[in-house]
């Protein structure tokens, strides 16, 4: 069985007030003999993020584990999720966004089922406050809340959260990771080029990530105005999906006017919801 040696990848945006919240959510893991390095990418901060991963590493040195920063210019989410993937040396890679933290069990959980269950080779979880059941139950002898998506209940529902993902990395390799040009739903393309490839995403439903220190990823002020440019992140993932295959004509239609009708709710949901705030 191959030994799961973990590479935390945390991509950093001026996350001088959030950052060390998420290193001590990977300190405070119940497993940390897993882990074999955390990698900071600082995407071009404007703020003191970079000082404050170095102080935070000067004061918990003796670690089981390697805390390495370097900076980049900024270059978006996707570009440093991959720098850190490329810098990995772990054979397995979990991210985690700056701004959320994990439940001190996520590794030991994580790590359990795909040992369990070597076939899984990418698990994510449930979400604090807002999980999903996307996808079918996978039954199994362990008893393990355990669900796999296709592409097709990707395109229905991108689950699960990317700072929940525990992915092996030649799989990520083989896709070419996250698209470098794109800002907007380029998660949900990875997951479906990974789907593609193994046939299911798996995620278990344990709620072990807290995302974004609670927010609602479309009614926060200030991302609902992102609305437009994730509809059309989204609209490029089905259409990524047909021409590799994944789908066919139909489903391309269907999936398409899914998105439109998303959209729209989206919309009616979130700017009410800005206007009032602006009053």
């Not at 191959?2 to 290193?23: G, K, Q, W």
């Not at 994990?102 to 959980?109: A, I, S």
Request: hydrophobic letters at 35%; glycine letters at 8%.
């Amino acid at each position: 069985m191959l030994r799961i040696e973990i590479s935390v990848v945390i991509p950093a945006y001026n996350a001088a007030d959030t950052v060390c919240d998420s290193l001590d959510s990977v300190k405070n893991q119940t497993r940390t003999d897993c882990i074999r390095e955390v990698i900071v990418v600082d995407d071009g901060s404007s703020d003191d993020t970079a000082a404050r991963v170095e102080a935070w590493r000067r004061e918990n040195e003796g670690l089981p584990f390697e805390v390495i920063l370097f900076s980049q210019p900024n270059g978006g989410v996707s570009k440093a999720r991959n720098a850190g993937v490329r810098k990995s040396k772990g054979n397995y890679i979990a991210f985690l966004d700056s701004d959320d933290v994990w439940d001190e069990t996520k590794l030991e959980k994580q790590s359990r089922i795909m040992e369990d269950y070597p076939q899984i080779r990418m698990l994510g979880t449930g979400w604090k406050g807002r999980n999903r059941f996307p996808g079918r139950r996978i039954r199994n002898r362990k008893g393990y809340p355990l669900y796999g998506m296709s592409v097709r209940d990707e395109l229905i529902k991108y689950w699960p959260p990317t700072s929940s993902v525990l992915v092996r990395k030649d799989d990520l390799e083989v896709v070419g990771g996250f698209d470098e040009s794109r800002r907007y739903g380029e998660d949900g393309d990875l997951f479906c080029k990974l789907a593609d490839l193994r046939g299911c995403v798996y995620y278990t439903s344990e709620e072990l990530v807290d995302c974004g220190n609670g927010k609602n990823p479309f009614g926060e002020a200030g991302l609902s105005s992102k609305l437009l440019k994730m509809h059309r992140g989204f609209l490029k993932n089905v259409r990524n999906c047909y021409c590799r295959g994944s789908i066919n004509a139909v489903e391309f239609m269907v999936f398409t006017v899914w998105e439109y009708m998303k959209f729209i709710r989206r919309c009616i949901i979130v700017i009410p919801r800005k206007l009032r705030n602006r009053m």
